[in-house]
């Protein structure tokens, strides 16, 4: 170093009167400062720069994740809504003011799908379903009217006899398809021990039969068998 700079340094530092031996310490020391020091920035700088990096590299690895769905807060609250508005849809025909297809919720029951057709017609028969009856994804539904009741010739009859049972079977000899025994089921001509068990299994699992017509739900029985057994059973 320059002596004249240095003497000028030495009077500015008000170090005039000290040793050559302290002078050469506080220098030292002043370049260890200077040195901590300018690691301390690079260090900062070097953190700053991979902090960033990384934040960067977590937006890009979100976005797809979002686009697909996964870990995303809407994404999951938008499949959870899905899963607890689960639909049916059932077909209602009849005496319903718009017959066709109608979306339900599940465990829906016959008066939700017949509100949904836009209610039963002045001319449509509500005994004629079991409006209480919860629904299954891909039935249909069919509602009587007064003339297809009266043209039928049986409607009326089968409420009566019906009404009239105290039991499955009664003064009136006809079997109640809703109450009737494994036994009581198997006396009919045609169903075995087979077909009764589905008979009874699927009336637990879906509601009374609401016409006897409805039977035929049931597998094993179609119109051939229904037939044979039509004068003999009742609701």
């Known amino acids: 170093m320059d002596l004249t700079l ?3 340094l030495k009077a500015k ?3 005039v009167n000290a040793s ?7 220098a030292a020391l002043f370049v260890m400062v200077a040195v901590f020091a300018g690691r301390f920035f690079i260090d900062t700088a070097t953190a700053t ?4 990096e990384h934040g960067k590299e977590a937006s890009s690895d979100a976005a797809p994740a979002a686009e697909n769905g996964q870990d995303a807060p809407e994404a999951s609250a938008k499949a959870a809504g899905s899963d607890n508005a689960a639909t049916i849809f059932v077909h209602v025909s009849g005496a319903v003011a718009n017959p066709g297809l109608v979306e339900l919720s599940e465990g829906s029951r016959v008066a ?9 017609r002045e001319d449509g028969v509500a005994e004629s379903v079991n409006l209480a009856r919860k629904l ?3 039935e249909q539904l069919h509602v009587m009217s007064k003339a297809e009741a009266d043209s039928a010739g049986n409607f009326n009859a089968q409420a009566q006899a019906s009404n009239r049972a105290s039991s499955t079977s009664g003064v009136s000899g006809l079997v ?16 075995g021990p087979s077909t009764a068990s589905k008979i009874i299994a699927d009336r637990d699992a879906n509601g009374p039969f609401s016409t006897p017509d409805d039977l035929m739900r049931v597998t094993g029985i179609g119109e051939k068998k229904f037939a044979s057994i039509a004068e003999l059973i009742c609701v």
């Open 20 to 26: 050559k031996p302290a002078l050469v310490g506080l």
């Open 13 to 15: 530092l008000g170090l």
């Open 6 to 8: 240095f003497e000028t």
């Open 136 to 138: 299954n994804d891909g």
């Open 49 to 52: 720069e991979i902090t960033i």
């Open 176 to 191: 109640n398809i809703n109450s009737a025994t494994q036994e009581e089921l198997e006396s009919l001509p045609g169903i």
């Open 112 to 120: 939700d799908a017949i509100k949904a057709a836009g209610g039963i």
